[in-house]
């Protein structure tokens, strides 16, 4: 009996013993996870933080019923309209290498009425479904999560036009959600809905012979960065800038160096148009008929990039023409290489004085855009 009651002890003794152990490590465990966990915050938390009066905004009921049902549809199914959707972004597909189904998000997809042929067209996604077409092997067959939500299940009666105008603003309002929009898809979305302001910058790519990624006169000359652009021309105007994209195409067309074998730059046409404007309301007939030879005929003495460099910002334009192009032309003057009288700081400085470089170089419309 006292054998045995000594065994009880022990084990009783041992199992305290574990008891504090398990204590102590769980004390320890907690001691180190606590402080990953405070990183971790709950959605309620997130919104308190906002300065929305949550009590005054309106509140939906919303039901597992009132979310779009995901359904699977074959590649060889899908279409995209090029009236609203972005272009490919080849170079995003080279890079992927692989198609991952654990990333991908439902595709949303417009059912036009079976008068139009009923096509199932991808208003978003498209991307999703180029990485499918190419790294996988079902080929058309391969099916991919789609959405068809019940704005775009389009009613018979509607004609192409109205769908082209409901899937192109659905199209503008998921990226506005996302808020990641895609200025240049979201003008084409604008333009595809009817939305006046995309119409009027349509209407001036046109006149001013461009085009950005097919936006506009779509034979005219290819020009990459949009903001810029959009500032160049509310700043100095539609004749201006024709006069800038007119220079600086016929620059690339006589260019021999692959430098210049690129779609204009927003940037430089800015700087561009801003020389034309200094050049002509500040430059006397024999520095401006000068000023206006040298960039017509030695932009090509340097690259894009080197016309540019350390010129970003909103006084871009101002920089370009005083630290880039007349530096250079007063280089070239002193050297003898341009027989034209050298432009002086004073004229520089008065034009930079100019109320044109206070005004406002963005319309109400376009703050979204850019």
Aim: proline content about 4%; hydrophobic content about 40%.
């Amino acid at each position: 009996m006292i054998i045995l009651s000594c065994r009880v002890g022990t084990l009783k003794r041992a199992e305290t013993t574990l008891n504090v152990t398990f204590i102590i490590m769980t004390n320890f465990l907690n001691s180190v996870v606590d402080p990953l966990l405070q990183k971790l915050v709950g959605v309620a938390q997130i919104v308190k933080s906002f300065s929305i009066n949550t009590l005054k905004v309106a509140r939906y009921t919303i039901s597992r019923n009132d979310f779009t049902p995901i359904t699977f549809i074959k590649l060889k199914d899908l279409l995209s309209d090029g009236k609203y959707q972005r272009l490919v972004d080849e170079k995003f597909i080279k890079k992927q290498g692989i198609f991952k189904p654990e990333l991908v998000r439902p595709l949303i997809i417009a059912l036009r009425p079976k008068k139009l042929g009923g096509q199932k067209v991808i208003v978003d996604g498209q991307h999703t479904a180029c990485l499918a077409e190419i790294y996988t092997q079902g080929g058309g067959e391969q099916e991919l999560p789609c959405q068809i939500p019940p704005t775009l299940r389009h009613p018979e009666d509607r004609s192409l036009e109205d769908c082209i105008k409901v899937e192109a603003k659905f199209f503008d309002d998921t990226n506005y959600i996302r808020n990641n929009p895609n200025s240049i898809a979201r003008l084409r979305a604008g333009i595809a809905s009817g939305h006046q302001n995309s119409l009027d910058w349509l209407e001036i790519f046109i006149n001013l012979g461009i085009h950005i990624e097919k936006v506009g006169d779509e034979d005219g000359q290819s020009v990459y960065g949009l903001a810029k652009l959009k500032t160049c021309v509310n700043k100095y105007g539609q004749s201006t800038t024709k006069d800038a994209v007119k220079l600086y195409a016929d620059t690339i067309k006589y260019s021999t160096t692959d430098v210049w074998d690129s779609p204009i730059l927003g940037g430089l046409l800015f700087g561009l148009t801003a020389a034309l404007h200094f050049a002509d309301n500040y430059l006397t007939t024999d520095k401006k008929a000068g000023f206006k030879k040298f960039l017509a005929e030695r932009l090509t003495m340097k690259s894009p990039k080197d016309w540019t460099e350390k010129t970003s910002g909103v006084i871009m334009d101002l920089l370009i023409v005083e630290d880039k192009f007349v530096e250079t032309y007063n280089i070239l003057v002193a050297a003898g290489v341009l027989d034209s009288p050298r432009i002086g700081q004073k004229v520089i400085n008065n034009w930079k004085l100019d109320e044109i470089h206070n005004k406002s170089t963005r319309h109400k419309e376009d703050v979204d855009d850019d």
